[in-house]
């Protein structure tokens, strides 16, 4: 048996069905976070019998700090946070009671660094077979905090003739988690090349969602919508924005938003129209303006050719390409100007592909794809970034962005533009060869002075290759980069084995420098007879082995945390994701991790090393910012593992006999989801609510059937289940292999029973 976790776990060696009922957790307060925003956190305990409570912080990868007392009656605690973009664990500790009495540990903040799945692709669409269709068209922006949302659509129902849905996710900062999706609304067909396009006015907390939709029985998109929320993204309201005098919609739309006004671009066949109006009004009393010129040589296909962003007084700014003129055309204009500007000419009508405009304060930064050299250029020769410095009045090309190697970079691409003035730039990485390269797939093209770039992926460690693009990018107000972009199974792509959905990367806020951990192949076993090669089941205790993993620590009390250090020095911080989903850990060491598997751990279906794999997981370890190779394990609804066989007088098998028809419990792990399940990593319910497994579990002894009275988590442990049986009657005197069977899995290791 691993004796180590049993330590770690606490458990007393008790055993018949009386004896679970009695054993209670330690009394703790229950700790809850009501609210949390950029500035502040309020925390709310309950089930605390004292009247005095220490409270602690931990800020990053920072020891634990007190930060205040509560007095008696107090079930609250406000506390100032320095920095919106740290994240943030809190403990509670009854200084009266030895050994202290600690609540749960509290996180609130952004989204972990590195990936995490902000809308998972359904269950529904995964067995349609098709994982393309949802999560297309994603955008982003920043919520009131300072956190990332996104609108994106699920186009699996029109592969039928169905509508299109449009979705909005943000993150919920006070349960550190991503929100259930919301359905913004539906539209007819699929939405092709158009966009969508997400903004947030913070002056009066406003979301909203610029689309296009056809007309019913119509091909072509005819009509411009606007969707609004005033609730962070709980409810929306729909209305018809635009519809075109000159049909279809063409182009799709950029929408942006700030001090209660809207700023939207769409399109007809004839010339982009532009709207503005009060983002709380409804869209038929807003003003409609046809911006000069733009009736000439419009593209009329494709989505990006146009774009409206924003200056630092809420201004806005209009960039828009005359595709078909000779020679082609990139045009400014700003609302109440007669002429649009040129911006910059190429030599022919050679026609670009996409188009980006954000602002670096008051000055405005477009990047674009039209040729500008000859038009034997290789690659991505063509991708320009140009700038004003004088607000627009005059413009100069700064610089062509570099590729990776000899790699042909294309549109789609994204723009982002930094509180200090850095850029980033994601494309498509689709042809060319391995001359030169260092990067994975898609590129990320980097400045601080829009001088000098650099390409490469994100991140301290080498980020995943993936088959698509990221699709939209922003900078938070530390300076570090947001990407989303969509995931989905592609099983000729190998090593692409991040969950599908819709996926946010978010950088570190200082680089550590320290190398990739590395899971090993086959690394992820089961904690009880620890047999390779075996299923690991939702709730589990498992061990992960590999590299790089940090330092030596372990846990000693429970609630178990999700991200664990401090390892040799406090700087070193350890954590494990399932499926995207933090695991509770156990135990640390530069090679091994214990943890417990989240329950809520769902088998991805898709790719495991390259080849497919329908019930499979996949881990990622992080230490501070260096993230590893997601690598995939096999996943079991139930898959036991045994510990230790104890008999009634609390004496251990098969050191100790007992006697046929006596009654003994088996500790084990992997049993599967109960009733009355605890959090993960917390400590299981007590009597008379036991947590009980809702799988079937039967034992045999020898082959006899062993009777079962009770299978469920023990009491006071996380991750550790217990099985109360009798020995068969019939069995003589010998040893005998027991043998535990959950959901039609039985136990991968098994224990021998010695019967006098």
Partial sequence: MNRRILRYLGVCVFAGLMQAAAIQPLAQPVLTVTSATSTSV?????????????????VGTTP?????????????????????????????????????TQSNIVIVGPPPVGFSVAAP????????????????????????????????????????NGPTDIYFVGWDRANYKWKTPVKVDSVHGQIGNDTISLAYDSSVSLFGVAYTDALANSPAPSVA?????????????????????????????????????VH????????????????????????????????????????????????????????WEGGLSNPEVVYYWRPGQTVSATVMSAPTPNTGQDLRMVYDGLNPRILTNVPVGPTTAQYNANLWLISSNDHGLSWTQVSSLPSDGNRNLVAPFTLAIGPQGQAAVSITDNGGNSTGVVCGEPKLIRSTDLKTWTACNPGNSVAPALSTNFESAVFGANGKLYLGFQHYTDLYFKGEELPGGVILWREASTASGLPAPVVNTGGVINNAGETPGVAIAPGSIAEVYGLNFGGFANQNSLPLTKQFGPGPTSALITAVFINAVPAPIFFTSTGQIDLQIPFATQALPGTMNGSFAGNSDVIQVQVNDSLSAPVSFLHGTTSPGLYAAINLDGSFQPSSSIAAGGLMTVYA????????????????????????????????????????????????????????????????????????????????????????
């Fill in 64 to 100: 634990n700090t007190f930060i205040g007392i509560t007095g008696p009656e107090t079930t609250t605690y406000t506390d100032s946070i320095p920095d919106p973009g740290e994240t943030y664990q809190y403990l509670l500790i009854d200084p009266t009671t030895i050994p202290r």
């Fill in 264 to 319: 939207m671009l769409v399109s007809d066949t004839f010339g982009i129209f532009y709207l503005f109006g009060n983002d709380q009004a409804n869209p038929s009393t807003w003003t409609q303006t046809m911006i000069p010129n733009s009736s000439i040589g419009l593209h009329g296909v494709g989505p990006g050719l146009y774009d409206v962003a924003l200056d630092s007084n809420g201004q806005p700014g209009v960039v």
């Fill in 669 to 756: 792990t992997g049993l599967g989801v109960t009733s009355n399940q605890p959090a993960d990593g917390a400590a299981s319910p007590g009597g008379p609510n036991l947590a009980v497994t809702t799988a079937m579990v039967t034992a045999t002894i020898g082959g006899q059937n062993a009777p079962v009275s009770f299978a469920g988590l023990t009491p006071g442990n996380a991750g550790l289940y217990q099985i109360n049986l009798q020995v068969p009657s019939g069995l003589t005197t010998g040893t005998y292999p027991l043998v535990i069977n959950a959901g039609g899995t039985a136990s991968a290791n098994k224990l021998t029973i010695s019967v006098k």
């Fill in 121 to 160: 692709t359904p269950a529904s669409v995964s067995m349609v077979g098709d994982t393309t269709l949802y999560g297309r068209h994603i955008s982003i922006a920043l919520d009131g905090n300072g956190d990332p949302a996104f609108a994106f659509s699920d186009e699996s129902n029109s592969r039928n």
């Fill in 225 to 261: 919508k606007f969707a609004a929320s005033s609730d962070g993204g709980a409810t929306w309201t729909a209305f018809n924005a635009f519809v075109p005098p000159n049909v279809p919609v063409t182009s799709g739309t950029s929408l942006k938003m700030a001090n209660g006004k």
């Fill in 42 to 58: 309020v925390l709310k305990w309950t089930g605390a019998t004292s009247e005095l409570f220490e409270v602690f912080r931990r």
